[in-house]
Every structure is written in structure tokens, then in C-alpha cells.
């Protein structure tokens, strides 16, 4: 997001609410009616602020639409008229690590943070607060204005859970609220610190607030960010408490886990094509000739779609029960493509490719539905399309897109459902 656009922290919500209602018979549940009140509503407004990654299902409400990118292995199917069997023959084929990263990348990094962050983080908390391994969330947000990510995790203390998002480079935020909040410089060994706890919520019972901490070393211009909030007006990490993990000689690990500059290890690298291994031993089931999955190598998390032409950053989300389902007519594709107005509509099978968002029911009866979001490589804007959003770090040229025949095969794969959920589940997206 650029910064004319950054007092408008409701930018991004708006844009998945107007596609999530192109598709669905219902508007979009309110899942979050509650957030609007207290500390919630300051920290959802931050993490809004930066975007959301599509790193993780998450708190991202694209999770309700998902995005899809299997495809049926060659299988002719039949629906909505027309001939939608794919020439399986005329397919060009793509070498099996074609567009792969052989080096670290930065979701690389980003993975290793979220693995080792809760351990490296522990020592350094105050008595009685803890890293819960439950409540950690791996998708963490996206800068909207750098598109580096930001690691999530969750505290918890006293019984309540604090969202804690390290912030490292973008500054976005931390101005605003140590202006409003009282927050002198105090001087500390290796460097000096800040700290502001701003109230939220006051117009509401649910009162909340949330806390900014800021550490700048002695001579260098990194400076060490984050924040946390929460319901109530006392922040599990006091003042005296940020001093005393500022001072720890276990804070100069926490610190180098989220140097920007240190690129990731060797055995990252062969995890992540290990992962990939796995994920396409799924996918494949349901994929067609010539396609494969990959990480996205500027969100931890992210997948794209491969195939012959480049690649494409994609969701895929599989819809089950009579409730949430698309509002496309029985048999029949429909198609949105993303580009703020127009409704989506029911489409042929014309052979040509698309980036947008297709759905479709996977049998007769009205209760399982594919959606399918497939998009161009991540860029930063305004304008961007919430499932591009990343670290812009794809050298891979941009592939075309998905054909309604293509897309259609994904929808009607026999399993479709259950290999969606086992991809999910293996790219770290629940």
C-alpha cells in the first residue's frame, strides 16, 4: 500500500468483500463482527494496514475462497455444453524442476523464522508469559508497501493470548503511536529503547490496547521492531521487562534470526524441494499434463502454478455443506476476472487462458464446490489483487493462466477435495 492510501486500513477488506460476493449466493459471513471492539480491532487494523499474506489461511479471510490449481489428470469431462476434454496430446511438457530456485530464497528465510522462532524467543519473555505452539500463527502479515514479511506469534499470559507481529523494516505504524503514546528514549546497554502502549477500544466495554517496542543499537541503523495487542490496558511485556530482553545475551540470537540480511541455511533449501516432492505427489492427482506446484519464493507458504508458459501465484479452496457454497449454476463454470467491478459469469470451453477466479460444483448435488484463484506473479501496489501479494522475488516469466477446459478438469477430478486439504496441509497453510 503507498502511503497516500495508508489512513485507509480498509482497503484491502473491501476488495475480498467484493469478490467473495461476486461468487456466493450469501454475503460473506461476518466471522469477525466481534473485532470491531477493543484491542482486537487496534491490532486487525495494523495487520490490515500491511496486508495479508498469502502465506497462510490463517486470519485471512481469503481462506473463505481459497484459490485453486489441480487439475484432472487428461479426464474428459462434461458439463455446462461444449466439448471441455482436454487434448492431452498437443500438451507441451516442462522439465520436472523447471522455474525452481536452486539457492535459498527469501520464503526460504521466512520458514526458518517461523520454525525457530518460538524457541529462540522463550528465554527472553517474562515470568508467566509463554510462546503457546497452538495459538502460533505461521502466515504472520505482508507490507503492502515493502512486501516483506512480518512473523506472527502469540503470547499468552494471565489467561489472555497477544498477537505479537515482528516488524523489522517497515516503520509504518511505530511513528504514529509513539507520538500518542508517552515514550522517552532510555538509554540501555548496546543501545536505547521505546516503548508505547496506545488504548483502542474505548467506545466499547471490550476495552484494549496495543503495545509498540522499539530497540536501536549503538551506531547502526537497523532498528528492532515489534508490537503486540490485546484485550485490557497492561501489556505482558513491561517497559522493565523489553529493558531486561534487550540486555539478555540470548537477545543477539533473536536478533541475527531476523537479520533481513542473513540468507537461508543450506538445509532449508533442501526442505523446501523435499516439501515440493511431497506436495506434487498430491497434486499430480488431480493436476494436468504439463502442470506442477511450487513454492512461491517471496511468501513462505504461497504456492504457484507451473507449467509450460511461466508460472502464476495460486489459491485453491474446496467447499463442502449446503452453507458458503458459489452461486454458479449446476454443471456449469463460472468465472471472475479480478478487476474490481463486473459480476462473474457462467463460461465456455473456448480453449483460452485466464487469470482470475473460476468455481464450480464437483458433482450434481449442491453441497461441494471447487474455487480456483489463479493470478499473476506477486507485485506491490494499490491496486494489486490480495492473492499477489509478497515479496515481488519471481524471475520466472508470467504464465498464462488456467483455460476453462483446465480449469473445469480441476473442478470435476475424482478426490479433488481431499487433495486440496493435503496440499493445504503440506504447504503449511493451517
Given at each position: ?38 484491542a482486537?480491532?487496534?491490532?486487525m487494523?495494523?495487520t490490515?494496514r ?20 489441480a ?31 536452486p ?28 510462546v503457546?505452539?497452538?495459538?502460533t500463527?505461521?502466515?504472520g ?20 493470548d ?19 503514546g ?38 547502526s541503523?537497523?532498528?528492532?521492531h ?10 505482558p ?11 539478555s ?13 542473513v ?5 532449508a ?22 502442470f ?19 508460472v ?15 452461486s ?15 459480476i ?12 482470475g477466479?473460476?468455481g464450480?460444483w ?7 464446490s ?25 524471475t520466472?516469466?508470467?504464465?498464462p ?30
Open positions: 500500500m503507498t502511503p497516500a492510501n495508508s489512513e485507509n486500513p480498509e482497503n484491502t477488506d473491501l476488495m475480498v468483500h467484493d469478490m467473495i460476493g461476486r461468487l456466493f449466493d450469501e454475503p460473506e459471513p461476518m466471522h469477525r463482527t466481534d473485532l470491531a471492539d477493543g482486537i480491532a487496534q491490532g487494523a495494523v490490515r500491511r496486508g495479508f499474506a498469502v502465506a497462510g489461511a490463517t486470519l485471512s479471510v481469503l481462506a473463505v475462497i481459497g484459490g485453486a490449481v487439475m484432472a489428470g487428461g479426464a474428459n469431462n462434461s458439463g455446462g455444453g461444449g466439448d471441455w476434454s482436454i487434448n492431452t496430446d498437443s500438451t507441451p511438457q516442462i522439465a520436472p524442476q523447471a522455474y525452481d530456485d539457492g535459498p530464497t527469501y520464503a526460504d528465510r521466512q520458514r526458518e523464522i517461523i520454525e525457530q522462532l518460538p524457541s529462540v524467543l522463550r528465554p527472553l519473555l517474562p515470568a508467566g508469559v509463554t503457546s505452539p497452538n495459538q500463527d505461521a502466515a502479515g505482508s507490507s503492502m508497501l515493502t512486501g516483506d514479511y512480518v512473523p506472527t506469534i502469540v503470547l499468552r499470559s494471565g489467561g489472555g497477544y498477537p505479537l507481529h515482528f516488524d523489522i523494516s517497515d516503520d509504518t505504524g511505530y511513528a504514529s503511536a509513539f507520538a500518542r508517552t515514550s522517552p528514549s532510555i538509554a540501555v546497554a548496546g543501545g536505547t529503547i521505546r516503548v508505547a502502549v496506545v488504548p483502542s477500544g474505548t467506545e466499547s466495554p471490550l476495552h484494549g490496547f496495543s503495545a509498540w517496542y522499539e530497540f536501536t543499537p549503538t551506531g541503523k537497523q532498528v528492532f515489534f508490537y503486540l495487542y490485546g484485550s485490557g490496558s497492561t501489556t511485556i513491561s517497559p522493565t521487562a523489553f529493558r531486561k530482553m534487550v540486555e545475551p540470548a537477545f543477539a540470537k533473536l536478533r541475527q534470526l531476523l537479520d533481513p540480511s540468507p537461508a541455511s543450506a538445509d533449501v533442501r526442505q523446501r524441494f523435499a516439501l515440493e516432492a511431497k506436495i506434487n505427489a498430491e497434486a499430480e492427482k488431480v493436476l494436468p499434463p504439463g506442477r506446484l511450487k513454492f512461491n519464493p517471496g511468501a513462505p507458504g504461497a504456492l504457484e502454478l507451473v507449467g509450460p508458459g511461466g502464476n501465484t495460486f489459491e485453491w479452496f474446496s467447499l463442502l455443506g449446503k452453507d458458503q457454497q458459489i454458479c449454476p449446476a454443471q456449469s463454470l463460472c468465472f471472475v476476472p479480478y478487476s474490481g467491478n463486473g462473474g459469469s457462467t463460461v465456455g470451453p473456448d480453449g483460452k487462458a485466464r487469470l477466479v473460476y464450480g464437483t458433482g450434481k448435488s449442491a453441497d461441494s471447487v474455487v480456483i484463484h489463479v493470478f499473476g506473479k506477486s507485485e506491490l501496489g494499490t491496486s494489486v489483487d490480495p492473492t499477489q501479494m509478497g515479496k515481488p522475488l519471481e520466472a516469466p508470467q504464465g493462466g488456467l483455460t476453462p477446459q483446465q480449469a473445469m478438469a480441476i473442478v470435476k477430478a475424482p478426490g479433488v477435495a481431499k487433495v486440496i486439504e493435503d496440499v493445504t496441509k503440506l504447504a503449511g497453510l493451517y
